[in-house]
């Protein structure tokens, strides 16, 4: 990116660069179904509209309308904007792999620690409450971690949501 800004729009102030670089960037994934001559004229068209009604986003963009090096800066600014947006696509297997990845360690991690701590009264309580909810047989508690509890009120329950599902 760093290398496109540098290298178009060097006859605006940096102010200017700046504001018609963002407007062109938003302007370009609005439209992304037009190509880059389609979407200058699409610019061109809008910035008269705005123009004539009294409030162009741009005054110095209208002056230079005419200005061959003007006109083949967006261009290329377009261009540069398709193909970013392109990579961003190509890349986004990828990044959704790695996210995918990064949460099944952290549940990894978050296991890891509820087998090291003790199990909390409200978890003991609300084990003994599905026991004798689902007249399932309670299993010793001693030595139990969170982890445990957690896994046999699971095994308790699920099943039974899976009968219910199957008597439907």
């Known amino acids: 990116m760093q290398y496109i800004k540098n290298s178009v729009f060097l006859y605006l102030t940096p102010r200017q660069r700046s504001q018609l670089v963002s407007f062109l960037r938003s302007f370009a994934k609005k439209h992304q179904k037009l190509n880059e001559n389609e979407l200058l004229d699409k610019f061109i068209e809008e910035e008269n509209y705005y123009s004539e009604v009294g409030s162009p986003h741009f005054e110095f963009a209208l002056e230079n309308f005419s200005n061959d090096e003007f006109l083949s800066d967006i261009k290329k600014f377009f261009s540069y904007i398709f193909w970013e947006l392109e990579q961003k696509e190509a890349q986004k297997p990828l990044i959704e792999r790695q996210k995918a990845i ?6 990894r991690a ?3 620690k509820m ?7 409200k ?3 609300y084990y003994e409450k599905v026991c004798k909810a689902h007249n399932a047989p309670q299993k010793p508690l001693e030595g139990a971690t969170r982890l445990d509890l957690r896994n046999w009120i699971m095994e308790i329950i699920e099943p039974k949501e899976e009968n219910e599902k199957d008597s439907e």
Do not use: G, I, V
């Open 102 to 107: 990064q949460k099944e360690a952290r549940k």
């Open 123 to 125: 978890q003991l309580w």
């Open 110 to 112: 978050n296991d890891f």
């Open 115 to 121: 087998s090291k701590l003790k199990p909390t009264k």
